[in-house]
C-alpha cells in the first residue's frame, strides 16, 4: 500500500508541478500581452492627443494691423486681375478686381478670398473719383460677422468687417479698400484682413 501512496503522491506532484509551470508560462504571455496592449493604447491615445489638439499662438503684434496695397493697372487691357498673398495668420489669400456684371460703366467688383472668409464689394468710378459704392456682401465658414459697414469717400469706398469664430478663439476685423490712384482709373486695392 505504501508503495501505491507514493505512487499517487510523485503523480500528483507531477500533476501539479506541470499545472504550475504551464500557467506561470500562460501568465506570462497574458502579462506581455496585457503590456503590449498598455502600450499601443498609450501611444494611440497620445497621437490622437496631439492630432486633434487645438492650437493657439498668441499674437506678436499689438495695435493696428498693417496695411496691405495693391496696384491694379490697365484695367481696359486687362479688365480681370489677381493677387494672391499671405496674411498675418499665415493663410493664402486673394484680392480679385473684375468688371461688374450690372451695366453701369467703370464698375469693378472687388473680392478678398481667403479659406474661412470671404468678402467683396462693388465701385463705380468716373473721372479717377469714387461716385458709388454697393452690392457688399461675405461668406464664412466657422466664423460669425460681429459688424459691418460699407462707407463711401470721393477717393475710395470701403467694406469693414469684423468677424469672430464660433468657438471664440479667432477674432479679427479689417476692411477691403478700393481707392481712385487719379491716373487712368486705376484702382490701388488695401485690406487689413
Same mark, same amino acid.
Do not use: H
Given at each position: *500500500? ?10 500528483? &506532484?507531477? *500533476?501539479? /508541478?506541470?499545472? +504550475? ?6 501568465? $506570462?504571455? *497574458? ?12 501611444? #494611440?491615445? #497620445?497621437?490622437?492627443? #496631439? !492630432? ?9 503684434? %499689438?495695435?493696428? +494691423? =498693417?496695411? =496691405?496695397?495693391?496696384?491694379?493697372? $490697365? #484695367?481696359?487691357?486687362?479688365? +480681370?486681375? =489677381?493677387? !494672391?498673398? &499671405? ?9 480679385? &478686381?473684375?468688371?461688374? @456684371? ?9 473680392? /478678398? ?21 454697393? $452690392?457688399?456682401? /461675405?461668406? @464664412? ?6 459688424? =459691418?459697414?460699407? %462707407?463711401?469717400?470721393? @477717393? /475710395? ?12 478663439? &479667432? ?7 478700393? %481707392? ?5 482709373? $486705376? +484702382? ?6
Amino acid at each position: *500500500m505504501l508503495m501505491i501512496s507514493n505512487f499517487y503522491s510523485t503523480y500528483d &506532484i507531477y *500533476m501539479n /508541478y506541470d499545472f +504550475v509551470t504551464t500557467n506561470k508560462v500562460k501568465g $506570462d504571455k *497574458m502579462m506581455w500581452k496585457k503590456k503590449k496592449f498598455r502600450g499601443l493604447s498609450l501611444l #494611440l491615445t #497620445l497621437i490622437l492627443l #496631439l !492630432t486633434f489638439s487645438m492650437n493657439v499662438f498668441a499674437s506678436d503684434k %499689438t495695435g493696428n +494691423v =498693417e496695411e =496691405e496695397q495693391i496696384v491694379f493697372k $490697365d #484695367l481696359n487691357i486687362n479688365p +480681370v486681375q =489677381e493677387y !494672391t498673398g &499671405i496674411n498675418e495668420r499665415g493663410e493664402a489669400y486673394t484680392i480679385k &478686381i473684375e468688371p461688374s @456684371t450690372t451695366r453701369a460703366t467703370n464698375a469693378w467688383k472687388i473680392s /478678398y478670398t481667403a479659406v474661412l472668409f470671404n468678402c467683396w464689394f462693388t465701385v463705380q468710378l468716373t473721372n479717377n473719383k469714387v461716385t458709388t459704392v454697393w $452690392d457688399e456682401g /461675405y461668406t @464664412t465658414i466657422g466664423c460669425n460677422v460681429t459688424s =459691418e459697414s460699407l %462707407t463711401k469717400t470721393s @477717393t /475710395y469706398g470701403q467694406y469693414r468687417l469684423g468677424v469672430q469664430s464660433w468657438d471664440g478663439v &479667432i477674432s479679427f476685423s479689417g476692411y477691403l479698400r478700393a %481707392t481712385a490712384t487719379g491716373s487712368g482709373n $486705376d +484702382v490701388t486695392v488695401s485690406n487689413t484682413f
